[in-house]
């Protein structure tokens, strides 16, 4: 059975003082759905050409993180309204 690969980056949210600081971090070249080497498939090792000083740089894999982020937002969301709600 082939490995699952990923199709979001790794990411990273804050805020700080109102100012929002966002990073996508690379998942590793094995185990992306977007990553683009000289030879495909990369063998063990090839870094990806969007990999940047260990950071993301393809846009499709960025907002798929930013969808999960904002589901996982969502989420924890209701969590607390439904927890009020029991209260």
Same mark, same amino acid.
């Given at each position: 059975?082939?490995? $699952? @690969?990923?199709?979001? &980056?790794?990411?990273? &949210?804050?805020?700080? *003082?109102?100012?929002?600081?966002? $990073?996508? *971090? ?9 990553? /683009? ?6 063998? !063990?090792? *090839? ?7 260990? $950071?993301? @740089?393809? @846009?499709?894999?960025?907002? #798929? $993180?930013?969808?999960? /982020? @904002?589901? &996982?937002?969502?989420? #924890? /969301?209701?969590? /607390? #309204?439904? !927890? !009020? #709600?029991?209260?």
């Amino acid at each position: 059975m082939a490995k $699952s @690969r990923n199709k979001s &980056a790794n990411i990273t &949210a804050q805020i700080y *003082d109102g100012a929002v600081d966002i $990073s996508y *971090d690379c998942t590793a070249s094995g185990r992306c759905a977007y990553t /683009l080497c000289e030879v495909m498939p990369p063998p !063990e090792g *090839d870094e990806c050409a969007f990999k940047q000083y260990g $950071s993301c @740089r393809a @846009r499709a894999p960025q907002e #798929e $993180s930013l969808k999960s /982020l @904002r589901n &996982a937002i969502t989420a #924890e /969301l209701k969590r /607390l #309204e439904e !927890e !009020e #709600e029991n209260a």
